[in-house]
């Protein structure tokens, strides 16, 4: 859809908004990739990190399989590379928070927990948030012992057992991350088949540390001031047991963060933003890249990859409007 062009007093007359040619929401790898290819198209980019920079990979310990590192590299190093990388072209990044967009018009009105500013072309990269298990005690327990990042939280579970919800690529790894800090990890998964990648799961199976309960879903978690113990039920058998733990990591996928932008763009029932091959949304000159628009892939790689080209397309898509 092609949207109206108004005139920047058309939206905020007298003021002193700030107009920028690209504006880039999110600093995942997907929106420091497109910062870096935007910069060097001297779109000077503004990014708006949100609360942090490096999205997800900045969570995990070290990260094995983006290429050009082949002894691995820190999630959060890997995330600072891509700033200082992007910063060098003239990138510039704003801690704030992304509460509302106005895509109708150009210049798009985009509203920051702290400022209304306009932007002429956007990318969308605000990224993914863990899934809740939604049972009880979860919220009330959540830092409490019930987290969702063990690179984070790992340390605090010395000397200590844990529960790892999930059968994924994330429960596996993060799994495999505690065993260096817990004395016990169990794996709790609804089926009798991992999702995981093969090392991964070759990995988990080799350590002594690590132990699998499968067929089997948390209903509760039990607790009061910390977490005491896990509810077990067995959706084979039916069969409902408590399950002494100190912790409960919870890695069963993620919902795109899109929110905000699911009243003026195609928005799936998952929540994912619908694109073509070109990083495009329904509003000519609104881009997306990264888990936002990815149901697939998910990866730093592939995500870094989506946001190169939404970088190319929109220095095209303004190129065509001078
Ligand atoms: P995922 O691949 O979607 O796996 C989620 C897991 O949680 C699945 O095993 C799923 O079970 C289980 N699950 C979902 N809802 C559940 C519920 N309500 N109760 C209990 N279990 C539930 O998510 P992910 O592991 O976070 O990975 C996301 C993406 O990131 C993937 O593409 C993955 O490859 C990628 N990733 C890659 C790496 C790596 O390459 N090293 C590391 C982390 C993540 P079912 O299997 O039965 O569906």
């Not at 985009?110 to 072309?121: F, K, S, V």
């Not at 999702?195 to 991964?200: D, F, K, N, V, Y």
């Not at 790689?301 to 095209?316: D, K, L, W």
Request: glycine letters at 12%.
């Amino acid at each position: 859809m092609d949207v109206e062009m108004k005139s920047q007093s058309t939206i905020e007359k007298g003021s002193e908004i700030e107009h920028v040619k690209l504006a880039i929401l999110g600093a995942g790898p997907a929106g420091l990739s497109a910062a870096l290819y935007a910069a060097r198209a001297e779109l000077e980019p503004l990014v708006l990190t949100g609360l942090s920079i490096g999205g997800q990979a900045s969570l995990t310990h070290t990260i094995e399989n983006y290429p050009g590192f082949p002894d691995g590299v820190g999630g959060v190093e890997l995330g600072e590379l891509f700033q200082k990388q992007a910063e060098r072209f003239g990138a510039r990044f704003s801690f704030e928070l992304v509460t509302a967009v106005e895509f109708s018009h150009r210049p798009f009105k985009i509203t920051t927990d702290g400022r209304t500013l306009l932007a002429d072309a956007v990318i969308i990269t605000m990224g993914a948030n863990p899934n809740h298990l939604n049972v009880p005690g979860e919220t009330e327990l959540t830092g409490k012992g019930v987290s969702y990042c063990g690179t984070c939280d790992g340390w605090f579970f010395r000397g200590k057992e844990v529960v790892v919800v999930g059968g994924g690529d994330s429960a596996l790894e993060e799994g495999l991350f505690l065993t260096r800090f817990a004395t016990k990890v169990t794996i709790v998964h609804r089926r009798d088949e991992l999702r995981a990648g093969a090392i991964l799961q070759r990995r988990a199976q080799e350590n002594d540390k690590i132990s699998f309960i499968w067929d089997t879903v948390i209903t509760d978690i039990l607790g009061t001031d910390a977490v005491e113990a896990v509810r077990l039920k067995n959706v084979k058998t039916g069969a409902v047991s408590d399950f002494k733990t100190d912790g409960v990591f919870i890695f069963i996928g993620h919902t795109p963060n899109t929110q905000i932008f699911k009243d003026q763009l195609e928005v799936d029932d998952k929540g994912v933003i619908a694109t073509d091959q070109r990083m495009k949304t329904n509003i000519a000159g609104v881009f997306v890249a990264g888990e936002v628009a990815d149901a697939h892939y998910r990866q730093v790689v592939t995500s870094a990859g989506m946001g190169a080209g939404a970088a190319i397309e929109a220095t095209r898509f303004l190129e065509a409007q001078e």
